[in-house]
């Protein structure tokens, strides 16, 4: 009797782990062919070649670079070595490296939550809408925002007349805090919490060219879970990014400079996703466009 229960037990796990795996398959497929993941390096590269560019980021550099350097400092100096007495218990050698990662992954999101909620909101429009322009993108750009006349990017931007930048969500902080405990497993769960987090980071990148797009609730889900894949690659680059010390709040700005690389590319068909569902979740938008 036990020895046959067993065997379904067994069995149904089996199923279940061939059935996640060909699904973890299918997502790294999918992310591989996007290209999604090369978006955040582009991002640095065009940012760094792009001068017009530099505006809102140098606009906000001292109070958010004095913001990084306190709470990075202080995290290290008041949390490291609690931190470090509890995952020594699970992790022995490595709780020197996983504890070091967890707290610049603590500060990450310590430094998003103030910079982007009191800082450096009007910043990180103004470079996505800048990109946008630079990349010709203007017609999308002027859904959201008055445009002047000019050659300058930045300089061309007018009136918001949408502001996409939600405060923080609670719910943010819960999943956050839920999935902490997962740095106790040595090297697999802090890798597994960084995934996680690149997949919530991911599903935020396009909320302004979703709002551009005037996509309803229901089209950015459906988009998003046709491309789980693509923007948790394209998030978990970001986010690693954003762990690095000081240097996050220059990374957040390249992060946007790509995901604005990415969204005019899709606008203009020209990557792996528009080859088949953008045309179908086109036609919807325009109809909510029109309506």
């Given at each position: ?97 996983t504890t070091t990662l967890l707290i610049l992954n603590e500060s ?40 002047n006349a000019g050659g300058d990017p930045v300089q061309r931007l ?64 459906k988009w998003l879970a046709e491309h789980t894949g693509p923007y ?60």
């Amino acid at each position: 009797m036990s020895s046959g229960i067993m065997d379904t037990v067994q069995s149904k796990a089996h199923e279940v782990a061939k059935e996640d795996f060909g699904r973890a398959k299918v997502l790294i497929n999918d992310a591989a062919r996007s290209g999604s993941y090369l978006y955040p390096i582009k991002g640095i590269i065009y940012f760094f070649t792009h001068r017009s560019l530099w505006k809102p980021l140098i606009s906000r550099l001292a109070p958010t670079l004095a913001l990084s350097v306190g709470v990075v400092t202080s995290m290290f100096m008041f949390t490291y070595l609690p931190q470090l007495a509890i995952l020594v218990f699970v992790n022995g050698p490595l709780a020197v490296f996983t504890t070091t990662l967890l707290i610049l992954n603590e500060s990450s999101a310590i430094i998003s939550i103030v910079s982007r909620n009191f800082l450096l909101q009007d910043a990180i429009l103004d470079t996505f809408d800048g990109t946008l322009v630079s990349k010709n993108a203007t017609d999308i750009v002027s859904e959201g925002r008055q445009l002047n006349a000019g050659g300058d990017p930045v300089q061309r931007l007018g009136k918001i007349l949408k502001n996409p930048f939600d405060r923080f969500s609670p719910k943010a902080l819960v999943r956050y805090v839920m999935y902490l405990p997962l740095n106790f497993i040595p090297v697999v769960g802090t890798v597994a919490f960084i995934l996680l987090q690149g997949h919530s980071r991911g599903n935020s990148v396009h909320d302004r060219y979703f709002q551009l797009k005037r996509w309803s609730s229901a089209q950015k889900s459906k988009w998003l879970a046709e491309h789980t894949g693509p923007y948790s690659a394209f998030g978990t680059v970001a986010t690693l990014l954003e762990m690095v010390p000081i240097a996050s709040i220059l990374f957040s700005f390249t992060n946007t400079v790509g995901a604005a690389l990415w969204a005019a590319d899709i606008e203009a068909k020209e990557t792996e996703m528009t080859r088949t569902t953008a045309p179908s979740l086109r036609e919807e938008a325009d109809k909510a466009h029109s309506s």
